[in-house]
Antibody, heavy 119, light 107 residues
């Protein structure tokens, strides 16, 4: 059973950088999955942010392309999200997830990290 | 981007009812369509991948089908634990996109 756990600040000021980490347990981050991030604004639907394969180039949502970076730290079995220049529109629950290589289905999810952008 | 249009956006049903949720893709996505269930305050849970492959541990009352660019999630006999919001997601091409969701409520 793969377990994912997000961590990071719950409050970020406008124009600053949102940073989240997802620790993976129960599996190696090099097991063959992609690893990704999805967010959900309050009361709204799901938005794919991006994903990465360890050792590969990340894929980002073009709507966030200029502000987002996703990286993997295989030595710590974790991956990270950075979103720069945040605004109130970035307030959301941020989920990390593992993604099957073949179907690109989000098969395991973290419990979610609530991030509020406010001064 | 590939747009995923889900219908209805909400529905009311009774325990034991047969429920059908539809997701239409704006272009051909082959069978690259996944379904998720989300309960309030929880992360989504993968129910079905590749349009019709039921995930391990998911009750057999859930099924998925496809016809061209139209995809259907069917719950054959709605149970109390099935009241939730359901999302489709295309994985044919990035950006990966989700439908707007269908909230299944108790009648």
């Amino acid at each position: 059973q793969v377990l994912l756990q997000e961590s990071g600040p719950g409050l970020v000021k406008p124009s600053e950088t949102l940073s989240l980490t997802c620790r993976v347990s129960g599996d190696s981050i090099r097991s063959g999955h992609y690893w990704g991030w999805i967010r959900q604004p309050p009361g709204k639907g799901l938005e794919w942010i991006g994903h990465i394969y360890p050792g590969g180039s990340p894929y980002h949502n073009p709507s966030l392309e200029t502000r987002v970076s996703i990286s993997v730290d295989s030595s710590k079995n974790q991956f990270s999200l950075k979103l720069i220049s945040v605004t109130a529109a970035d307030t959301a629950v941020y989920y990390c997830a593992s993604i099957g290589q073949k179907e690109l289905d989000f098969d395991y999810w973290g419990q979610g990290s609530v991030v509020t952008v406010s001064s | 981007d590939i747009q995923m249009t889900q219908s209805p956006s909400s529905l009311s049903a009774s325990v034991g009812d047969r429920v059908t949720i539809t997701c239409r893709a704006s272009q051909s996505i082959s069978s690259f369509l996944n379904w998720y269930q989300q309960k309030p305050g929880k992360a989504p849970k993968l129910l079905i991948s590749a349009a019709s492959n039921l995930q391990s541990g998911v009750p057999s009352r859930f099924s998925g089908s496809e016809s061209g660019t139209d995809f259907t999630l069917t719950i054959s006999s709605l149970q109390p634990e099935d009241f939730a919001t359901y999302y489709c997601q295309q994985s044919y091409r990035t950006p990966l996109t989700f439908g707007g969701g269908t909230k299944v409520e108790i009648k």
